[in-house]
């Protein structure tokens, strides 16, 4: 399985300002992924990143708001912009290999509060 | 669309109880299903998962699934619950026609364990 590492591992963040997240990985994957966890919630995905082009969003997710980005096969970023409290959650990144089929591994969390 | 159920939101057990936390799915074709675990402050560890093939799987710290089809099912099970099991456990299904990798997951179940 992959390691995964996030940074920050949590943040407080005032009301309109932007937070970058980083997701590092040891070793190459195909995909990797961006979900968020709402206080008491279950996980929601928010984009798959993909490396060397725009990610792909899901319903409810614009790039404005959470850009990403994916330099290479073993990095990623996700920015929360203009954030206001409803942004307060837990970000996490996944990967996996080249198949549907592939389990996904999770990185350990960023947990988010703003104010 | 594809959806997980877990109609449990919160079960408690007594320490060396047997646990059944259930899941329900709905996806046109053959799923890809997995459980995961959440400690309170960690990231989501894959517990087991079902690709194909035989119906019961066994996962890692004792933890098995049973694949019903024909009840779109996908419960979790242990025989003997140990107190360090107490977590937020989540189902999911594999998501998309193509190798997309995407999840879809249950709000989750909360385990708690008494003495």
């Known amino acids: 399985s992959a390691v995964i590492s996030q940074k920050p591992s949590r943040d407080i963040c005032q009301r309109g300002t932007s937070l970058t997240i980083q997701c590092q990985v040891d070793?190459?994957?195909?995909?990797m992924f961006w979900y968020r966890q709402q206080p008491g919630q279950s996980l929601t995905l928010i984009a798959t990143?993909?490396?060397?082009?725009?990610?792909?969003?899901e319903s409810g997710f614009v790039i404005d708001k959470f850009p990403i980005s994916r330099p290479n096969l073993t990095f990623s970023t996700l920015t929360v912009s203009n954030m206001s409290p409803e942004d307060s959650s837990i970000y996490l990144c996944?990967?996996?290999?080249?198949?549907?089929?592939?389990?996904?591994?999770f990185g350990p969390g960023t947990r988010l509060t703003v104010l | 669309a594809q959806s997980v159920t877990q109609p449990d939101i919160h079960i408690t057990v007594s320490e060396g109880a047997s646990l059944e936390l259930r899941c329900n799915y709905s996806?046109?074709?053959?799923?890809?299903l997995f459980w995961y675990v959440q400690s309170p402050g960690q990231g989501l560890q894959l517990l087991l998962k079902?690709?194909?093939?035989?119906?019961l799987v066994q996962g890692i710290k004792g933890f098995e699934a049973e694949f019903k089809r024909s009840q779109s099912s996908f419960n979790l099970r242990k025989p003997s619950v140990h107190w360090s099991d107490a977590a937020e456990y989540f189902c999911?299904?594999?998501?998309?026609?193509?190798?997309?990798?995407?999840?879809?997951f249950g709000q989750g179940t909360t385990l708690q364990v008494k003495p």
């Open positions: 070793s190459q994957v195909t995909m």
């Open positions: 999911a299904v594999g998501a998309g026609s193509s190798n997309t990798g995407k999840l879809i």
């Open positions: 990143a993909n490396q060397g082009s725009e990610a792909t969003y």
């Open positions: 996944s990967v996996a290999g080249t198949s549907g089929r592939d389990t996904q591994y």
């Open positions: 079902y690709f194909s093939g035989d119906t």
């Open positions: 996806y046109g074709a053959t799923p890809y």
